[in-house]
């Protein structure tokens, strides 16, 4: 069941924004990763209102981890957490900052050229093996636009998705 446990939000305030997918508590049984994900949805979706009156992409992605490090353990499942995945990409008028937990690869998608790219090397610090974080995660400033970014999670192998493919593999349903 490679969904059980998947989460995604999208929220948006003023000029800075939010969209995060990921997984939790995967290897939990089903009605559980469903209940723990949910949760997450709800906590993640209110980082954009808490972040202050004028979130700008700094204050968004501070609030995801201080809501996240802010969690008991048994908030994630009786996995605790172990499996935690996440990728999180905030944006404000300035620009895009992305951050993350549990991720083997990221590509991104560009207007005007075929096929995703990497984003970062292999050995870049925004890749690192799933859980809850020690501390609060770097953040990886984008300087050229993406139309999307997709990520590898850490239990999988990296390998890019096709473009043509991509859609659909995310989740997205037309």
């Not at 209102?49 to 994630?76: I, M, N, T, Y």
């Not at 996440?86 to 050229?113: F, K, Q, S, T």
């Not at 609060?136 to 999988?156: C, I, N």
């Amino acid at each position: 069941m490679p969904f059980k446990g998947h989460l995604r939000v999208a929220v948006r305030s003023g000029w800075a924004g939010l969209a995060v997918a990921g997984r939790v508590a995967g290897d939990c049984s089903v009605e559980e990763a469903y209940a723990v994900a949910r949760r997450m949805e709800g906590l993640l979706g209110a980082a954009v209102a808490g972040a202050g009156d004028q979130p700008d992409r700094h204050a968004v992605l501070r609030k995801v981890w201080e809501l996240v490090a802010g969690l008991p353990a048994a908030s994630f499942g009786s996995g605790e957490g172990a499996d935690l995945t996440l990728l999180v990409v905030a944006y404000d008028a300035d620009g895009v900052g992305v951050a993350g937990v549990g991720l083997a690869a990221l590509w991104g998608e560009r207007i005007g050229e075929p096929g995703l790219v990497p984003v970062v090397p292999d050995n870049h610090p925004l890749l690192t093996p799933q859980g809850r974080p020690d501390g609060v995660p770097g953040v990886l400033t984008l300087e050229k636009p993406y139309t999307r970014l997709v990520g590898s999670p850490a239990h999988q192998d990296p390998v890019a998705p096709a473009i043509a493919d991509v859609s659909r593999r995310c989740g997205v349903r037309t």
